[in-house]
Nanobody
Framework: QVQLVESGGGLVQAGGSLRLSCTAS????????MAWHRQAPGKQRELVAS?????????AGSVKGRFTISRDNAKNTVSVYLQMNSLEPDDTAVYYC??????????WGQGTQVTVSS
């Protein structure tokens, strides 16, 4: 049973930083691409950043240069992090972790709220 547990959200002032964490476990088939998505009120969920099993990263244009995604791989478990710097009010959203599992497709975390005050 694949499980994703997220942490690290909260309230921060504009210009501040937060670090999100997500630990995925329960797959003996391995975790491929890991990603962070976000959904603001009244908006569609969007990709923020992704990282492949080989460490290749991809960022949304709005966060490039401010956010950094990274991952730590262990046997049957992977942790993915999102370091968010220079936060802006437009970054306010629920942030979701996604794990691509070999032969199983995508699994999602429960979401963590990030609120940036101006």
């Amino acid at each position: 049973q694949v499980q994703l547990v997220e942490s690290g959200g909260g309230l921060v002032q504009a210009g501040g930083s937060l670090r999100l964490s997500c630990t995925a476990s329960g797959s003996i088939l391995g975790f491929r691409t890991m990603a962070w998505h976000r959904q603001a009120p009244g908006k569609q969920r969007e990709l923020v950043a992704s990282i492949s099993s080989g460490g290749n990263t991809n960022y949304a244009g709005s966060v490039k240069g401010r956010f950094t995604i990274s991952r730590d791989n262990a046997k049957n478990t992977v942790s993915v992090y999102l370091q968010m710097n220079s936060l802006e009010p437009d970054d306010t959203a629920v942030y979701y972790c996604r794990a691509e599992v070999l032969f199983q497709g995508d699994h999602w975390g429960q979401g963590t709220q990030v609120t940036v005050s101006s």
